[in-house]
C-alpha cells in the first residue's frame, strides 16, 4: 500500500505540489479577511464567520502553503539537475555523477527513469 501511495505522489508531485500551494493560498486568504472582520456573501459568510478557529486556519494555511511551495522547489531542481545532466554525450561525465543521477531521479516520475535508461543504452553504461 505504501509502495502504490509513494508512486502516485511521485508520478503527481507537480500537480499535488500545485494543489497545494493554491489551498495554502485560500485558506490564508480566507483566515486574513476573518481576523478583519470582513463579510463576504454567500458561503465564504459562514467560513470567515469562524472567529475562533481563523488563526488555527492562518496557521494551517501557511503551513500548506510552505509544504506546496517546498515540492515545487525541490521538484523543480531535480528536474533542471537531470535535464542538464542527460544533454551530455561525454560518458565520463555522466559516469562521474551517476550516483547523485540516481538518488535525484528516484523523487521524479517515471518518465525522467525512462529518460536515464535510454540515456545509458546510448552511452553504454550498465
Keep these: 500500500m505504501a509502495g502504490k501511495l509513494t508512486n502516485f505522489l511521485r508520478e503527481y508531485v507537480f500537480t499535488l505540489s500545485i494543489l497545494l500551494i493554491i489551498l495554502g493560498l485560500v485558506l490564508?486568504?480566507?483566515?486574513?479577511?476573518?481576523?478583519?472582520?470582513?463579510?463576504?456573501?454567500?458561503?465564504?459568510?459562514?467560513?470567515?464567520?469562524?472567529?475562533?478557529?481563523?488563526?488555527?486556519?492562518?496557521?494551517?494555511?501557511?503551513?500548506?502553503?510552505?509544504?506546496?511551495?517546498?515540492?515545487?522547489?525541490?521538484?523543480?531542481?531535480?528536474?533542471?539537475?537531470?535535464?542538464?545532466?542527460?544533454?551530455?554525450?561525454?560518458?565520463?561525465?555522466?559516469?562521474?555523477?551517476?550516483?547523485e543521477i540516481h538518488r535525484r531521479i528516484k523523487h521524479l516520475p517515471s518518465k525522467y527513469q525512462k529518460m536515464l535508461s535510454d540515456k545509458e543504452k546510448e552511452l553504454n553504461i550498465k
Design 28 to 99: 490564508l486568504i480566507l483566515s486574513i479577511l476573518g481576523l478583519q472582520n470582513i463579510t463576504l456573501g454567500g458561503i465564504l459568510t459562514s467560513i470567515t464567520s469562524l472567529n475562533l478557529w481563523n488563526a488555527y486556519i492562518l496557521v494551517f494555511g501557511l503551513i500548506i502553503l510552505a509544504f506546496g511551495i517546498y515540492y515545487q522547489h525541490s521538484f523543480q531542481k531535480n528536474k533542471r539537475f537531470i535535464l542538464k545532466e542527460l544533454e551530455t554525450n561525454k560518458r565520463s561525465e555522466l559516469c562521474k555523477r551517476h550516483k
